[in-house]
């Protein structure tokens, strides 16, 4: 499963990333997840995601996100706050998980 | 409580967003924060030309002119930089070419200098109006090159190569009709007129840039970012679009006059809030981190050992989703009021001299007592007043904080109950 992690910056979905990766090891599932930020989405749209997150505080930019994947058939979806910290990993693989299916 | 987040939800967010979403407005973000590296390298040359130990200082004057040179060419040009990306995003946005727009918004630009003859030197280009000071002009002007660009090209104003021809000739090519209506404009506006399209929107923007000085220009952007955040929206970057350009002019006149050894003249620029307010990060939640270290609530205790780390950083996500602070009443008052204060308290201190402005720019992540150091150009006031913004914030999320705290004690008092029942 390959999943893009879009956040402003691409600094706290570093942290979010690193949960998220802890807990794919503990389910044994297998998993590739990359951290970045909004402006450079467009142009990893390509290299063969499977979902792309968003982080809640930039979700008022979600129908931006969705215009830009259009073409390329990949889920879009935000991630729930409570899944967005350091103890949310097992909250946003559940998503994934669900989405994957 | 609800009504509000249900009122912010409605009027705030779609405004804001609307805003920050607009094409122009994030060309313009974009564009600036790309000239940041430029920024802070250059700005680390300040600091080693006028160093905050005394000794240090006499030691460096004598080639302190020459260690100014890599600061003078990056931050002293940063107009000239900002025009190119900002009309290279802007191009970008209209999915026209990145390069042709950068081209053209750097030559209108340019075209509103006038170069002076100088003995010896042949044509000089001054460096006073390619600074911060500039950033509004470069802004117009990119926007002005782009615009012409998208006419052009959406009127088919384009010269038409033959087939074969390689697509990057071709595309070179789209400019030419653009460019031959940019370069006569801007020149007969500028040269032939005779009017000063620098002195007119430098005045123009006075009052803006005034504003952004004033208390209530600090409390503004400190409250909607606070409210947005409340709600789980990025308020930094929303609203940084539209204050960025103003910060940045702010820091520029600061930095000109700290070059000059002259005294600092603004207190506002975004050092200001990134080091005195948003401590910890927006809503200076490193006072609500503290205190989580020590919750009697095993999960407030759980996300305040995982979020100081990033907390130290600047970095808030996790404790604003995690405690959460998001739509949380009782969290997002001292949210808001924590940073209100740490603002109004900072702003007085430095009014009344008695901690420098803030005049370099800094990495946001660095923890806040060096940042401060650092952005003051190495004043220890400095540090002694994030140490007393913190001890404030800390007091004013403390009865909210308690509060939060007993009725999660009581929902997992409930969940043990629930447990040993099974």
Not at chain 2, 183 to 208: K, M, N, S
Not at chain 2, 394 to 399: D, G, R
Request: one cysteine or more; a neutral charge; charged letters at 15%.
């Amino acid at each position: 499963m390959k999943v893009l992690l879009v956040c402003s910056g691409g600094m706290s979905s570093a942290i979010v990333v690193k949960a998220v990766q802890a807990e794919a090891v503990k389910k044994n599932v297998p998993i590739t997840i990359k951290s970045i930020g909004a402006g450079e989405l467009a142009e990893e749209l390509g290299n063969g995601w499977d979902t792309v997150l968003v982080a809640p505080q930039v979700r008022h930019r979600l129908d931006a996100f969705r215009a830009e994947a259009a073409g390329y058939d990949i889920p879009v979806e935000v991630i729930p706050p409570q899944g967005y910290s350091p103890l949310g990993g097992s909250i946003v693989l559940t998503l994934l998980q669900e989405l994957g299916k | 409580m609800d009504k509000i987040f249900r009122l912010l939800d409605k009027y705030l967010i779609p405004t804001m967003t609307k805003l920050s979403e607009q094409r122009h407005l994030q060309a313009i973000r974009d564009g600036i924060i790309s000239t940041i590296p430029l920024i802070i390298v250059g700005s680390f040359f300040l600091i080693i030309a006028f160093p905050p130990v005394p000794a240090l200082a006499l030691a460096v004057k004598p080639y302190a002119a020459k260690v100014l040179l890599p600061f003078r060419l990056t931050m002293g040009l940063m107009a000239l930089y900002a025009c190119h990306s900002i009309g290279y995003y802007l191009a970008r946005s209209y999915k026209l070419d990145g390069i042709a727009g950068g081209i053209l918004a750097l030559v209108a630009f340019l075209l509103t200098t006038v170069p002076l003859t100088v003995a010896g030197q042949g044509l000089v280009l001054s460096m006073e109006n390619l600074g911060g000071g500039g950033m509004f002009v470069a802004i117009i002007m990119a926007i002005f090159a782009v615009e012409v660009l998208r006419f052009a090209k959406e009127h088919r104003l384009i010269i038409k190569l033959p087939e074969g021809v390689p697509d990057s000739v071709a595309r070179s090519f789209e400019a030419l009709i653009p460019a031959a209506i940019v370069i006569p404009t801007v020149w007969a506006v500028r040269d032939l007129l005779g009017f000063d399209i620098q002195h007119f929107v430098t005045e123009l923007f006075q009052p803006l840039v005034l504003a952004g000085n004033s208390l209530g220009g600090i409390l503004v952007p400190i409250v909607i970012i606070t409210l947005l955040w409340g709600t789980g929206i990025h308020g930094d970057s929303v609203v940084g679009t539209v204050a960025r350009p103003i910060w940045l002019v702010l820091l520029n006149q600061n930095i000109a006059a700290a070059a000059a050894g002259q005294p600092i003249p603004n207190i506002a620029p975004e050092p200001f809030f990134q080091w005195f307010v948003w401590i910890g990060g927006s809503g200076a939640t490193i006072g609500l981190v503290l205190l989580m270290l020590i919750s009697r609530s095993a999960y407030l205790r759980s996300v305040g050992r995982v979020t100081l780390l990033p907390g130290i950083c600047n970095i808030n996500e996790p404790v604003i989703f995690g405690a959460p602070v998001m739509l949380n009443p009782l969290l997002v008052i001292p949210f808001v009021l924590g940073p209100v204060t740490c603002g109004i308290v900072t702003f007085l201190a430095m009014s009344w001299g008695w901690v420098t402005k803030p005049f370099i720019l800094v990495p946001w992540t660095l923890p806040a007592p060096i940042g401060a150091y650092l952005a003051t150009g190495g004043d220890w006031r400095a540090i002694v007043l994030v140490f007393f913004n913190i001890a404030v914030v800390t007091l004013l999320y403390y009865p909210f904080f308690r509060a939060y705290e007993r009725k999660l004690l009581r929902e997992e008092a409930g969940q043990q109950i629930q447990e040993e029942v099974k």
